[in-house]
């Protein structure tokens, strides 16, 4: 059995809740939010290429109208590894369609894993041990194994996955089965889950055998799978549904199996996560000249270095300068960006802009 992972990042998305920084051609995932000058493509690239051997195994699954950009992050990415959705249709055609190419190359016995590509983590050493054991345990049986982030607070902003039994340890994770995924929960719910110890957040990572993965496709999402076997992609795309891989399969099959683990992770959701990040003692988190009176708890973000934000009484908001655009919101408003984005979309006059 190979025991080999082909790792394929899932870069299609669009990362409104970054906008105004995030637009339509250069997505949350070409970003660096962090100030390391790295993107977070680039930074999930880096962080797959020791487990892919190399870019002879990495894939990226992306859109068509961000191929190029794609191209440019990640120059040394093989063009044969490149695959661009004739439009997106979430995550579940993503994965189907990759899985079908992978198997056409590398046959269904081959591990794949499907990974964000915008994620951040911490200690890359405790992800590749924990990748590995989740290979490992792949390769070994029809099982689709997913990471389980270990919660540290009640987050409404994530999906959570309840542990059933535990089935063994593979390189040292434990592994069990999944009861359930849960979508987004309130806040009195994701208490409740913390203190069962049975919840972790769900990664949005997923590692199974590629025949696996087309088997529970063809069991539980016929209608994504049948017409991507049966016709070219670019045919195919406009008749799938929308939805994604969670819903399409793991919430359905009885394959599922998850292994809690802790190497420090965020989803970078929207920009309070730069907070969470970046703030340590801070009175503020400053990417950007600043200047301020009575001002905390304030995320301030600037693309050109010679912009200055000066701000006065200011308490839990965020300001990005970007180019044309600054945007003020309360930093628990940041999930109404999209709405805003929505009411842009209407008016030409802002085509520019998203």
Not at 55 to 63: A, G, H, I, Q
Not at 91 to 108: D, N, Q, S
Not at 226 to 232: C, D, V
Not at 266 to 275: I, R, S, Y
């Amino acid at each position: 059995m190979n025991s080999s992972l082909i790792p394929v990042i899932l870069a299609g998305g669009k990362g409104e809740r970054f906008w105004p920084l995030s637009r339509k051609h250069r997505p949350k995932q070409f970003l660096s939010l962090d100030g390391s000058g790295k993107s977070l493509l680039q930074a999930t690239a880096d962080r797959l290429l020791p487990l892919a051997g190399g870019w002879e195994k990495l894939w990226v699954v992306t859109s068509s109208q961000l191929t190029q950009g794609v191209l440019e992050q990640l120059p040394e990415l093989r063009s044969e590894n490149l695959l661009a959705e004739p439009e997106g249709r979430d995550t579940a055609p993503a994965v189907a369609w990759t899985t079908l190419e992978i198997v056409k190359r590398y046959g269904e016995n081959t591990v794949v894993g499907f990974f964000p590509a915008d994620p951040w983590i911490e200690d890359q050493l405790v992800f590749e041990q924990t990748l590995r054991a989740a290979t490992q345990l792949a390769a070994a049986q029809k099982a689709i194994v997913t990471l389980g982030v270990k919660p540290s607070y009640p987050s409404t902003g994530y999906g959570y996955i309840e542990q059933g039994e535990q089935t063994g340890t593979y390189g040292g994770s434990k592994v069990y089965r999944v009861n359930r995924f849960t979508e987004k929960p309130d806040q009195q719910t994701a208490a409740k889950f913390l203190a069962t110890g049975r919840f972790s957040w769900n990664s949005g990572m997923f590692i199974s055998q590629a025949g696996v993965f087309l088997q529970e496709l063809r069991t539980h999402a016929p209608e994504i799978i049948t017409p991507l076997e049966e016709q070219e992609a670019v045919v195919a795309y406009p008749q799938l549904p929308k939805t994604s891989i969670d819903y399409a399969v793991m919430e359905k099959t009885t394959l599922a199996y998850v292994m809690p683990v802790d190497f420090g992770w965020d989803d970078l959701g929207d920009w309070n996560a730069l907070e969470r990040l970046l703030k340590g003692d801070a009175a503020n988190v400053e990417l950007a000249n600043h200047v301020g009176l009575d001002t905390q708890g304030t995320i301030l973000y600037a693309t050109d270095k010679e912009d200055v934000i000066v701000t006065i009484g200011m308490e839990d908001v965020v300001i990005v300068r970007d180019r044309n655009v600054t945007l003020i919101a309360k930093k628990d408003r940041t999930q109404e960006i999209k709405q805003v984005l929505k009411a842009l979309q209407k008016d030409p006059k802002f085509t520019d802009i998203l």
